[in-house]
């Protein structure tokens, strides 16, 4: 008998090269995308320049789009609503006995989001600055918290659904991320808090220390499973 597409969950490992080729890849251009706005290298700050200024201009032009893109970006796509969706997540399956997993994940959200922290702090860039703005960013302006964390959690999520649902659940956190991150690092752009670079480092950033979660949660190291202990 064939079983339902979205079957019970399993606990399965993964074990995907792929997973590697996203850490490594997203790693080394979050790493380049790094030094270059940290040196300011003009040809990158002339196409921020020219991406913020072009947003910015319709933003000023669309009062109504203004105040939607404000409640995706500080209410359904900000990144501490996608951390009590983690930790959602995280209670969902200490309940189940996946204790592991669950320990798992809050350590790679707090690890990420010291690297986010560090990071702002090192490059300490300064935001994008407006005669009439539109909205309003506090801290540094490299890497876009909102974009990496975006990124990062639901890497973690399609980790989660990937290793414990079925094919219909694992779409569905696939569309909902794509939405969810690139959406978030639009209306960053679009409100004139973050350059177009800021945004893309988030990203590649997010991606690559969620990938890098993964790849070593499944090789099992022995300090790894030690987590599985109750």
């Known amino acids: 008998m064939r079983p339902p597409t979205n079957s019970p969950p399993t606990g399965r490992p993964l074990r995907t090269p792929l997973l590697h080729a996203v850490a490594a890849g997203c790693g ?24 913020a200024e072009g947003l910015h201009a319709d933003a000023v032009r669309r009062p109504l789009g203004v ?9 359904v796509w900000d990144p501490w609503t996608l951390r009590l969706l983690l930790f959602a997540v ?34 300490d860039r300064e935001r994008p600055r407006w005669p009439d703005p539109v909205d309003s960013a506090e801290f540094a302006a490299f890497p876009s918290g909102h974009a990496m964390t975006a990124a990062l959690v639901w890497g973690l ?5 990937a ?8 779409r569905a ?6 939405v969810s991150t690139l959406g978030v690092g639009l209306t960053r752009m679009y409100l004139g808090v973050h350059w177009f670079s800021d945004v893309v480092g988030g990203w590649l950033l997010g991606g690559c220390l969620a990938a890098v979660a993964v790849v070593l949660y499944e090789r099992r190291g022995p300090t790894l499973r030690r987590l599985e202990a109750p």
Request: charged fraction near 15%; include cysteine; charge should be positive.
């Open 67 to 75: 105040r939607v893109t404000r409640v995706l970006t500080d209410w």
């Open 28 to 51: 080394a251009a979050g790493v380049a995308a790094l030094v270059v706005v940290a040196v300011a290298w003009e040809p990158l700050m002339a196409l921020d320049r020219a991406v």
């Open 173 to 178: 956190v696939v569309v909902l991320g794509a």
């Open 90 to 123: 995280v209670a969902a399956l200490w309940r189940r006995g996946e204790r592991g997993v669950a320990r798992w994940l809050l350590l790679a959200c707090g690890a990420a989001a010291l690297v986010q922290q560090s990071l702002k702090a090192l490059v």
């Open 163 to 170: 290793r414990t649902a079925g094919a219909v659940t694992v």
């Open 157 to 161: 999520l399609w980790w989660v659904a």
